[in-house]
């Protein structure tokens, strides 16, 4: 995928895994991509995640549901499930090891790093990450071990100092804020608990999708 592909496909990146439904997780996720979602991660952490083999199959039912629509499935920090599903690609954080290691280790597929200033973004670029996740922009309730809110001041930081890879916003965002983080700079925003806390996840995504590109407009 040419990074002109990538970037439209960061615009609504979904992430869930079965702790963010309130209802089935493959009827969440399949009403997200019929609303919009571009892009989905599969993210099974937290008190009461599934485990072993039943977390392996709800990534592989989760996985044939992106295939259908043509979107791009991504496993958060997990290389082991990642190549036993010949995923997408996989999404680290900063503590989840030596990027360098982990570029080596999947080839080919994509590899997302959270980075939260110029410093972290430069060297996850430098040792071949294809995408950017930056937050938490806003203040969010899903994750409780994130750094300081930024705002948008990180991703305009990082567009003037050159950083021209795809960059998504994560953290608190929703369709009534997420035109803010594509005017910054950001190709599109990661969200969990707007889509999947959403009453209907199909709407939810659509009015992402407005709110991402009516910033793009405006950038
Ligand atoms: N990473 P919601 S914030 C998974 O700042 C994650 O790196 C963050 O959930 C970071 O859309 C976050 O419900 C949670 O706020 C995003």
Excluded: W
């Excluded at 209802?23 to 099974?44: H, I, S, Y």
């Excluded at 190549?83 to 597929?109: F, S």
Aim: glycine residues 12%; charged residues 25%; contains cysteine.
């Amino acid at each position: 995928m040419n990074q002109y592909m990538l970037k439209e496909k960061m615009k609504v990146y979904f992430i869930m895994g079965s702790t963010n439904c309130s209802t089935d997780a493959e009827e969440v996720l399949e009403k997200a991509l019929k609303g919009g979602a571009t892009l989905f991660q599969f993210r099974e952490k937290g008190t009461g995640c599934l485990e072993g083999g039943s977390r392996t199959e709800l990534a592989m039912a989760l996985q044939k549901v992106c295939r259908r629509y043509n979107v791009p499935f991504i496993i958060n920090d997990d290389i082991q499930l990642m190549k036993h599903l010949d995923a997408d690609g996989l999404h680290v954080g900063q503590e989840d090891g030596d990027l360098a290691e982990i570029r080596k280790a999947i080839p080919g597929k994509l590899l997302g790093v959270s980075v939260h200033n110029l410093k972290e973004a430069r060297h996850a670029l430098e040792v071949g990450a294809d995408y950017l996740g930056v937050g938490p922009i806003y203040p969010t309730g899903t994750k409780t071990d994130t750094r300081p809110v930024m705002g948008y001041s990180v991703i305009r930081e990082l567009r003037e100092n050159g950083i021209d890879a795809p960059i998504v916003g994560i953290g608190g965002i929703s369709a009534s804020n997420a035109s803010g983080v594509t005017q910054a700079g950001a190709d599109g925003v990661a969200v969990i608990t707007a889509i999947s806390s959403h009453q209907e996840p199909d709407e939810a995504a659509y009015e992402l999708l407005k709110s991402v590109e009516k910033g793009k407009e405006s950038n």
